[in-house]
C-alpha cells in the first residue's frame, strides 16, 4: 500500500521558518505532479503551491516570495519551504501527489501536518 507521509510542521513565531516534507513510501511506479495544500480553521481547503514532475513550480499569491516547493525525485518526496511565516499561515497542511501505481493514475493525500504560527 502507498502512503504520503508528511512531517515538519509545528510551533513557531512569526517570522520564522519551518521545512515540511511529504515521502512517499511504497511501490510507486511514478509520480506526476505533487502540491502542498492547506485548510485554516473556519476556512476552505486552498493551493499553497504545486510543482510538475519536470520541476516547474507554481504559488498561491499569499506565499509568493516566502515559500518554495522542490522535490526529490529519487526519494519520492516532496518539500515546502516556508520563511517569513505569518499567523494567518497557520493551518494543516496537506500534500497531494498523482501516483501512478500498476500504470494507473491514483491521486494521493497525506495525513495532514499542524503548522502554527504566533505572533
Known amino acids: 500500500q502507498v502512503q504520503l507521509v508528511e512531517s515538519g510542521g509545528g510551533l513557531v513565531q512569526a517570522g520564522g521558518s519551518l521545512r515540511l516534507s511529504c515521502a512517499a513510501s511504497?511501490?510507486?511506479?511514478?509520480?506526476?505532479?505533487m502540491a502542498w495544500y492547506r485548510r485554516a480553521p473556519g476556512k476552505q481547503r486552498e493551493l499553497v503551491a504545486a510543482?510538475?514532475?519536470?520541476?516547474?513550480?507554481n504559488y498561491a499569491d499569499s506565499v509568493k516570495g516566502r515559500f518554495t516547493i522542490s522535490r526529490d525525485n529519487a526519494k519520492n518526496t516532496v518539500y515546502l519551504q516556508m520563511n517569513s511565516l505569518k499567523p494567518e499561515d497557520t493551518a494543516v497542511y496537506y500534500c497531494?501527489?498523482?501516483?501512478?501505481?500498476?500504470?494507473?493514475?491514483?491521486?494521493?493525500w497525506g495525513q495532514g501536518t499542524q503548522v502554527t504560527v504566533s505572533s
Open positions: 497531494n501527489a498523482d501516483l501512478i501505481i500498476d500504470r494507473v493514475l491514483r491521486p494521493s
Open positions: 511504497g511501490s510507486v511506479f511514478s509520480i506526476n505532479a
Open positions: 510543482i510538475t514532475s519536470g520541476g516547474t513550480a
